[in-house]
């Protein structure tokens, strides 16, 4: 039986414990599996930003699953895709800028960004909630007041 490439590195992955999940899908938790893509040219930048990548701490980098990409796992809390890509572009790497990449990219480091300002931000009291509203609405003008003191009020 022959396989492919990306069966090999399935069967690669899993013996070495590392989960490869589909980059662009929906992933639960805070260690994201993402896939970052170079443009062809000029040559030899992937093996470049995996040699770079290696060395920062809590990124693990394997070679992708296209022969100009790396394949890395990180959590939120420690490294974004925006803050890699963006290091990588200030060192002179040249990414891939196709439609699509930069839809996927845009995608990513606002899902990214959005999961990091909710784990951040203080954590709302559900069940309480719905009492600073209504006294909020008791305190604001509308149109449900009469101003009209209840002895001069006609009865009807």
Excluded at 5 to 24: C, F, S, T, V
Excluded at 51 to 75: F, N, Q
């Amino acid at each position: 039986m022959r396989l492919n490439p990306e069966q090999a590195r399935l069967i690669r992955d899993k013996e070495r414990g590392l989960h490869r999940p589909h980059p662009l899908l929906p992933q639960t938790g805070t260690r994201k599996h993402r896939e970052i893509r170079f443009a062809k040219l000029p040559p030899g930048q992937v093996e470049q930003a995996q040699a770079l990548l290696v060395r920062l701490a809590g990124l693990e980098v394997a070679a992708g699953a296209l022969p100009t990409s790396i394949a890395i796992w990180y959590e939120i809390e420690d490294h974004t895709l925006e803050a890699l890509e963006g290091a990588l572009r200030h060192e002179g790497f040249h990414l891939e800028c196709s439609l699509y990449a930069k839809l996927i990219r845009a995608l990513v480091y606002y899902s990214e960004d959005t999961q990091l300002r909710n784990m951040r931000g203080p954590q709302r009291l559900i069940k309480q909630s719905h009492e600073v509203y209504s006294k909020a609405w008791e305190h604001h003008p509308h149109g449900d007041h009469d101003d009209t003191p209840p002895e001069l009020r006609v009865d009807r």
